[in-house]
Nanobody, 116 residues
């Protein structure tokens, strides 16, 4: 079992920044990586970004150039999502996700609200 805990969400004005954190209960990079998803009210959950164990990153077009996914190099359990130039359409609950040994794990989510 892997537990994931997100933090760092909050209320911010458009153009502002937030940094989300996701802490796993175990080393996640020895087997795989970590992804961030988000779900806005009334919408399906959508993929935002992924950081793979080799260090590569991929972003959804909607956040490319504004969001950065990274890991804590001192720990194999923590991933960040730096969100800059936030827009009202970024408002959502943000979840971290990982697949470990064939099992899919999700955190409980952290709310991000961007006011116009």
């Amino acid at each position: 079992q892997v537990q994931l805990v997100e933090s760092g969400g909050g209320l911010v004005q458009a153009g502002g920044s937030l940094r989300l954190s996701c802490v796993a209960s175990t080393n996640i990079f020895s087997n795989n990586g970590m992804a961030w998803y988000r779900q806005a009210p009334g919408k399906q959950r959508e993929w935002v970004a992924i950081l793979i164990s080799g260090g590569g990153t991929v972003y959804a077009d909607s956040v490319k150039g504004r969001f950065t996914i990274s890991r804590d190099n001192a720990k194999d359990t923590t991933v960040y999502l730096q969100m800059n130039s936030l827009k009202p359409e970024d408002t959502a609950v943000y979840f971290c996700q990982t697949v470990q040994r064939g099992q899919n794990y999700w955190g409980q989510g952290t709310q991000v609200t961007v006011s116009s």
